[in-house]
Nanobody
Framework: QVQLVESGGGLVQPGGSLRLSCAAS????????IGWFRQAPGKEREGVSS????????WYADSVKGRFTISRDNAKNTVYLQMNSLKPEDTAVYYC???????????????????WGQGTQVTVSS
């Protein structure tokens, strides 16, 4: 049984940084990708970043390129999203997500995601 457990998030001032963690368990192979979505009030859930576990392929949405960095710790089966230079428009609930595929380049639309974390609130405000 696949589980994604998130941690991190919180309140930060504009220009600040936060790190989200997603601990994954239950996968039986390396053919999957872990990524992050976010959903602001009144908006659709959008993909932010992803990493393909089989080959390390990274992907970022244009809105976060140069500010967010996704990485993984294989020993801990954990994926991190380091968020720097945060802006008020980054405020949203952030969800860890997983897609089972040989190679994952970007997250598919939300209805096609295989597994979800519980979500964590990120608020960027002064």
């Amino acid at each position: 049984q696949v589980q994604l457990v998130e941690s991190g998030g919180g309140l930060v001032q504009p220009g600040g940084s936060l790190r989200l963690s997603c601990a994954a368990s239950g996968f039986t192979s390396d053919y999957y990708g872990i990524g992050w979505f976010r959903q602001a009030p009144g908006k659709e859930r959008e993909g932010v970043s992803s990493i393909s576990i089989s080959d390390g392929t990274l992907w970022y949405a244009d809105s976060v390129k140069g500010r967010f960095t996704i990485s993984r710790d294989n020993a801990k089966n954990t994926v991190y999203l380091q968020m720097n230079s945060l802006k008020p428009e980054d405020t949203a609930v952030y969800y860890c997500a997983a897609v089972e595929a040989t190679v994952v380049v970007g997250m598919p639309p939300a209805p096609f995601v295989d597994y979800w974390g519980q979500g964590t609130q990120v608020t960027v405000s002064s």
